[in-house]
């Protein structure tokens, strides 16, 4: 079926009212600068539309709201199908959520224990399993063949008397090796047994030991079988271990389910781990002595009397209070956790705000010191013990659940069954391999099932959802994208393209926002906007064919990239730095193999590797997090490592990271700069300000005062939907303009408050010339290039990669301080390669202002302009960990082992 999506007069925020075609059943590519309007389509036009038809089909309820959510400002679309948004973020939050449950692997894994699950005796190490009658007879022919054998039951589930089992045929008890007739007596003896048949145990046998043993079943549990001067055995028909007789029950999915009262472990209520006092949050620097206040918490002028208790109890007790904590006997480290004189300790401080925990704010005091450990009860398994007993091939749920993705293909790829097993676990086992397939096409193959679905990074989330989808196989569908590439090395982009394919060629209609030039080169249809970014982008710069891009004659900065006449230049001179540096030694957090790895200062530095290779896990969860604690006291649990060296080389950490700048709508870029206050004190210092008694406080929305009460100054307000994410809209006191009247009627240079927030940068820096500090902290954002947003544009708004370049422009924009190290993750994230250049730009200052930029990169036009890259792998997960190669990019570029060096030395030559 042919067809397109047609948008007429598209509008949104900074699209300049333009025309798109995108064609169904097509790879479609959305790209142009950062800034130049691609999300605005792709996300606030496209998907925005999607979304509302979609509440149109839902209930009354829903509908209510449909006329208050903002429609994207347009003048038409049509054809436009159902559609899914898989964004490069991570908005899960809870605990409850694994790779597992998200991809539904973990779904099907459960249903395949319950089905063909074996059960093991955890007191005997031996299966547990039903047995038939016929199961039972082979088993005795097989041992007992031509041997005297006495079949019976016990009395303790029927508790009959003698008539009652005469009438039921039967007429003999077992009892002390004999047998009696039941006519005989007025009452059955404690411990008599009722005898079935006595029997001799041939092959003829068969069908006699079949039936006596079903009609010993249908009176009771269990059938004993007293073989004559040997040994008696139990038989039971419910699931129970035939030597130490422990019962069992039959295995069912919720038995396996961590979210189930029926699975979870009743200690940890299947969260796996316990927030327990964790002694490294308590002392975060044990290079202090107590007298410098180690202990972190009684350093808080609330508990300052029980640091003095402290300090006069331990010279008693021969504790030195100038020596570090690092330096202390054990027997003095436990005198001061466990108390002296009357001094309580550390464990019964914690104990005594146990006590108080129904205050809030000593809920929150207590949550600063606690990490998350290992449940006592379940290992960590999050699972009650009955469901580890159950197992596949000798691995029970849980193991399986640790398994890397590609281990795990391989234990299914190995997985021999019966043939009866195979006949229930086909289609489970087709589910299961189909989803594990996906997970390592989209190159997650390190991930295990049991990794929280919150800590995976913003494209590890988006490829999981992207493999997800693949499963749900999903036609007719409209896809949008944005920047699947985050996160992927280059060896794996090529599976990606394949897997989009994939969902295209299943009569999906596929639309991407991207910068990345294989995934534009491998795309059906472009449409490049721009030709700038902000107010100067917006426009179509093409649209069309892949094919005729390049062929065309429109002067396109993508173009010119992909065809070289544009591109970073490789650095004339790599820096050798000051000839200090920071070491980091035996680092084994997570899968790195005992690494000894050196950082040199002052130099542009780059760590790569695949994905899964440990380039987090040394960077932030040791190296960062160790830093941070010495220089900031941030109580932030660090990776394990034996040692940093060369730490007094620095004077700062600080990790520019893409977080939000804020979380609310009242965060922008001005607040997060400190420039605001200046923007309000100039309007503070007008005429009409100043006759109406207007101070600076007024301009605020943060405060009470100028800002509208009935939003408090966000001029939206939250609807919840409940059954989707809540929906904002305008606050109808001051239609969405944040302040009261009187506030607003106050102007500069004609613009009030809410005019001079919606200037972009590069607006902002002319209208604000005669006010040379403004404008200085002002250039540095359009240095970073930025140019293009709004002052006022809320945090929430902004891309990871936006919020970042916000976060290097403040740093740079402080003046004074030296030697201090900076850490960035993925930088280029939503860059095209001419914002690229302009952050490196902008790296360069930091290095030459005196202080070191440590990157966590793929993009190959980052790592080959660093001065020294670190390579991390070979591969992901456990085969990662090691250093394959550091040095220059030159030096990276030759080594054979490097997947990094291979894609490096084709970008050296350019």
């Known amino acids: 079926m042919k067809g397109k999506i047609k948008i007429e007069g598209a509008r949104e925020n900074n699209l300049k009212d333009i025309d798109v075609s995108i064609p169904w059943h097509k790879f479609t590519v959305i790209t142009g600068l950062s800034g130049s309007g691609k999300s605005s389509l792709a996300l606030d036009t496209l998907y925005a539309e999607g979304l509302r038809r979609y509440i149109e089909c839902l209930s009354t309820y829903a509908r209510q709201f449909l006329e208050r959510v903002d429609r994207p400002d347009m003048d038409d679309i049509s054809g436009l199908p159902p559609a899914v948004a898989i964004e490069s973020r991570n908005s899960v939050r809870t605990s409850r959520s694994t790779v597992g449950t998200t991809t539904e692997i973990y779904d099907f894994l459960r249903l395949l224990f319950a089905k063909i699950g074996k059960t093991y005796c955890p007191n005997c190490d031996l299966e547990v399993k039903k047995r038939s009658p016929e199961d039972i007879a082979k088993e005795l022919i097989e041992n007992y063949l031509d041997t005297r054998a006495v079949l019976t039951f016990p009395l303790d589930d029927l508790n009959p008397s003698p008539k009652g089992l005469l009438s039921k045929g039967y007429t003999r008890i077992w009892l002390n090796g004999e047998t009696s007739d039941i006519e005989d007596l007025d009452e059955l003896p404690e411990g008599a047994e009722i005898v079935i048949d006595r029997v001799s145990i041939k092959q003829s046998s068969f069908s006699r030991l079949v039936d006596s043993l079903e009609t010993g079943f249908s009176d009771s549990k269990y059938v004993n079988v007293h073989i004559v001067d040997g040994k008696a055995h139990r038989y039971s028909k419910d699931l129970e271990c035939t030597t130490c007789h422990t019962k069992f029950t039959d295995p069912e999915p919720l038995l396996f389910s961590f979210n189930s009262p029926r699975g979870a472990c009743l200690e940890c209520n299947g969260f796996g781990n316990i927030l327990k006092l964790d002694p490294d949050l308590v002392i975060p620097n044990p290079d202090k002595t107590l007298a410098e206040g180690a202990i972190e918490p009684l350093t808080k002028p609330s508990h300052q009397p029980?640091?003095?208790?402290?300090?006069?109890?331990?010279?008693?007790?021969?504790?030195?209070?100038?020596?570090?904590?690092?330096?202390?006997?054990?027997?003095?480290?436990?005198?001061?956790?466990?108390?002296?004189?009357?001094?309580?300790?550390?464990?019964?401080?914690?104990?005594?705000?146990?006590?108080?925990?129904?205050?809030?704010?000593?809920?929150?005091?207590?949550?600063?010191?606690?990490?998350?450990?290992?449940?006592?009860?379940?290992?960590?398994?999050?699972?009650?013990?009955?469901?580890?007993?159950?197992?596949?091939?000798?691995?029970?749920?849980?193991?399986?659940?640790?398994?890397?993705?590609?281990?795990?293909?391989?234990?299914?790829?190995?997985?021999?069954?019966?043939?009866?097993?195979?006949?229930?676990?086909?289609?489970?086992?087709?589910?299961?391999?189909?989803?594990?397939?996906?997970?390592?096409?989209?190159?997650?193959?390190?991930?295990?099932?049991?990794?929280?679905?919150?800590?995976?990074?913003?494209?590890?989330?988006?490829?999981?959802?992207?493999?997800?989808?693949?499963?749900?196989?999903?036609?007719?569908?409209?896809?949008?994208?944005?920047?699947?590439?985050?996160?992927?090395?280059?060896?794996?982009?090529?599976?990606?393209?394949?897997?989009?394919?994939?969902?295209?060629?299943?009569?999906?209609?596929?639309?991407?926002?991207?910068?990345?030039?294989?995934?534009?080169?491998?795309?059906?249809?472009?449409?490049?906007?721009?030709?700038?970014?902000?107010?100067?982008?917006?426009?179509?710069?093409?649209?069309?064919?892949?094919?005729?891009?390049?062929?065309?004659?429109?002067?396109?900065?993508?173009?010119?990239?992909?065809?070289?006449?544009?591109?970073?230049?490789?650095?004339?001179?790599?820096?050798?730095?000051?000839?200090?540096?920071?070491?980091?030694?035996?680092?084994?957090?997570?899968?790195?193999?005992?690494?000894?790895?050196?950082?040199?200062?002052?130099?542009?530095?780059?760590?790569?590797?695949?994905?899964?290779?440990?380039?987090?896990?040394?960077?932030?969860?040791?190296?960062?997090?160790?830093?941070?604690?010495?220089?900031?006291?941030?109580?932030?649990?660090?990776?394990?490592?034996?040692?940093?060296?060369?730490?007094?080389?620095?004077s700062d950490v600080i990790m520019l990271d893409q977080k939000p700048i804020g979380k609310t709508l009242r965060s922008n870029p001005v607040t997060y700069i400190k420039v605001y206050d200046q923007i309000r004190k100039v309007l503070s210092e007008t005429y009409q300000a100043k006759s109406k008694g207007l101070a600076q406080s007024h301009f605020s929305f943060n405060v009470a005062g100028g800002r509208c009460e009935v939003c408090e100054g966000e001029g939206r307000q939250k609807v919840e939907m409940h059954f989707l994410a809540d929906v904002y809209v305008i606050c109808e006191e001051c239609n969405g303009k944040r302040f009261k009247k009187e506030v607003l009627d106050i102007r500069y240079k004609n613009k009030n408050i809410i005019d001079i927030l919606a200037l972009t940068v590069d607006q902002?820096?002319?209208?604000?010339?005669?006010?040379?500090?403004?404008?200085?902290?002002?250039?540095?954002?359009?240095?970073?290039?930025?140019?293009?947003?709004?002052?006022?544009?809320?945090?929430?708004?902004?891309?990871?990669?936006?919020?970042?370049?916000i976060k290097i422009a403040r740093e740079l924009g402080k003046r004074g301080g030296k030697d201090i190290l900076y850490i960035l993750d993925e930088p280029t994230v939503g860059l095209h390669a001419e914002d690229v250049k302009k952050l490196l730009d902008v790296i360069n200052k930091l290095v030459l202002s005196g202080h070191t930029v440590l990157v966590v990169e793929h993009n190959l036009d980052v790592i080959k302009s660093a001065d020294h890259v670190i390579d991390l792998g070979p591969e992901g997960g456990d085969k990662g960990g090691n250093i394959v190669v550091q040095g220059t990019p030159e030096e990276v570029a030759e080594c054979k082992k490097s997947h990094t060096g291979k894609f490096l030395k084709k970008a050296l030559r350019f």
């Open 306 to 650: 029980r640091m003095r208790k402290l300090m006069e109890n331990a010279a008693e007790y021969g504790v030195d209070v100038n020596k570090p904590f690092s330096k202390l006997s054990k027997k003095q480290i436990d005198l001061v956790y466990e108390g002296m004189g009357s001094f309580k300790g550390i464990n019964g401080f914690f104990k005594y705000l146990e006590r108080k925990n129904y205050k809030m704010h000593v809920r929150v005091f207590l949550s600063k010191y606690r990490s998350a450990f290992d449940c006592d009860v379940c290992g960590g398994s999050r699972l009650k013990e009955e469901a580890l007993w159950v197992k596949i091939n000798n691995k029970n749920i849980a193991e399986l659940s640790d398994f890397s993705i590609d281990k795990l293909q391989n234990f299914f790829d190995k997985l021999e069954l019966s043939e009866y097993e195979n006949q229930i676990a086909d289609e489970i086992l087709k589910q299961i391999n189909s989803r594990i397939d996906f997970l390592l096409k989209v190159g997650l193959e390190y991930l295990t099932l049991s990794r929280l679905a919150k800590t995976l990074s913003g494209g590890e989330a988006q490829r999981v959802n992207l493999s997800c989808q693949l499963g749900s196989t999903l036609t007719e569908t409209l896809y949008i994208m944005d920047e699947p590439s985050i996160g992927l090395h280059q060896r794996d982009l090529t599976r990606l393209i394949e897997l989009i394919k994939e969902l295209r060629d299943r009569d999906n209609t596929i639309v991407i926002v991207e910068h990345d030039f294989d995934m534009i080169g491998s795309a059906d249809h472009i449409i490049e906007l721009g030709p700038l970014a902000g107010e100067r982008g917006g426009d179509i710069v093409y649209q069309g064919a892949v094919k005729n891009f390049i062929k065309n004659g429109t002067d396109s900065l993508t173009k010119k990239y992909l065809l070289n006449k544009e591109g970073i230049p490789i650095p004339v001179k790599r820096r050798k730095g000051s000839g200090k540096s920071l070491k980091v030694v035996g680092a084994t957090e997570h899968n790195l193999k005992n690494l000894t790895v050196s950082f040199p200062l002052k130099t542009f530095l780059c760590v790569t590797g695949v994905s899964g290779s440990g380039k987090s896990s040394l960077v932030h969860d040791v190296l960062y997090a160790a830093l941070a604690r010495r220089f900031h006291s941030d109580i932030e649990r660090a990776g394990q490592y034996d040692e940093i060296k060369g730490v007094n080389n620095i």
């Open 764 to 805: 902002a820096i002319n209208f604000f010339f005669e006010v040379p500090s403004l404008g200085r902290k002002l250039k540095i954002l359009q240095d970073v290039g930025l140019g293009y947003i709004r002052l006022g544009q809320p945090a929430p708004t902004l891309s990871g990669g936006e919020a970042q370049r």
